[in-house]
């Protein structure tokens, strides 16, 4: 059973004997979880907008770390705004030492529904971006290495207005990111053995006088992280990979 902890930190600001708020952030650290092939370990989100954790406790299935039962969404109405924003954090390294992080695959789903009668002012919106940091190369510590990208979401790049998306709409997004195929075009061994993953997904909702905006990650297939490790038959075909490389740096 997951565990987590919870801080937040708060700014204030003095100008001209004003005083300005930053928006709260609260931190959640969660207990570490096993996989078949991988563990992940230093689990934490950062989240402003919401007083409670939106990824919320991960769980395990097989190779990938998942979330059931998170609590992330925005709505808005009669012209009010609303923005909610989370970055989740985690480590990930083989259970074996034979083995190391190939891939990583991310997938996102929720749903986005708008009300009333209004223009493309009213609309609801879901963004991410993802870094990924490699670490460790065959259990040595690296100067690390950062790949990053972009979430691709679906319909409609993640934006949803009235009128033309009025009602609700189910939208989806993806990340992949070949880690081996990248090390290797650096020339460096396929097999990273340790990588930080930071996942930075935002939510928004605008609305007008007499309409409304909600998008949210649902419960069911919410969000989650599956790493891809190498198949047996073809370890050997990264190590010869990495010797090659080795051999091209001498």
Avoid at 102 to 123: K, R
Wanted: aromatic residues 8%; hydrophobic residues 45%.
């Amino acid at each position: 059973m997951g565990v987590f902890t919870k801080s937040f930190v708060a700014a204030v600001v003095c100008v001209s004997a004003s005083a300005f708020a930053a928006p709260v952030t609260y931190t959640y650290n969660y207990a570490n979880q096993v996989g078949t092939q991988v563990t992940f370990s230093n689990i934490s989100e950062i989240d402003t907008g919401s007083v409670t954790a939106l990824f919320n406790t991960p769980g395990v299935s097989a190779n990938s770390l998942t979330f059931s039962a998170m609590n992330f969404k925005a709505l808005a109405s009669n012209g009010a705004t609303d923005f909610t924003d989370g970055q989740l954090n985690v480590t990930i390294a083989p259970n074996q030492p034979n083995l190391s992080i190939q891939q990583i695959n991310i997938v996102e789903a929720g749903d986005a529904t708008l009300g009333g009668i209004g223009t493309a002012a009213t609309y609801a919106a879901v963004a991410g971006s993802i870094f990924v940091t490699v670490s460790e190369i065959n259990h040595v510590a690296i100067t690390p290495i950062t790949l990053n990208g972009g979430v691709a979401f679906s319909p409609n790049s993640g934006h949803y207005a009235l009128p033309l998306n009025s009602g609700t709409t189910i939208w989806n997004g993806t990340f992949s990111i070949d880690i081996a195929s990248q090390l290797a075009s650096m020339n460096l061994s396929p097999n990273a053995t340790k990588v930080n993953v930071n996942l930075d997904n935002t939510l928004s909702a605008y609305s007008q006088l007499g309409t409304s905006a909600y998008i949210a990650k649902k419960v069911l297939n919410g969000s989650s992280i599956q790493v891809v490790v190498p198949e047996p038959a073809s370890l050997g075909l990264l190590a010869l990979a990495g010797l090659l490389g080795l051999r091209r740096r001498a």
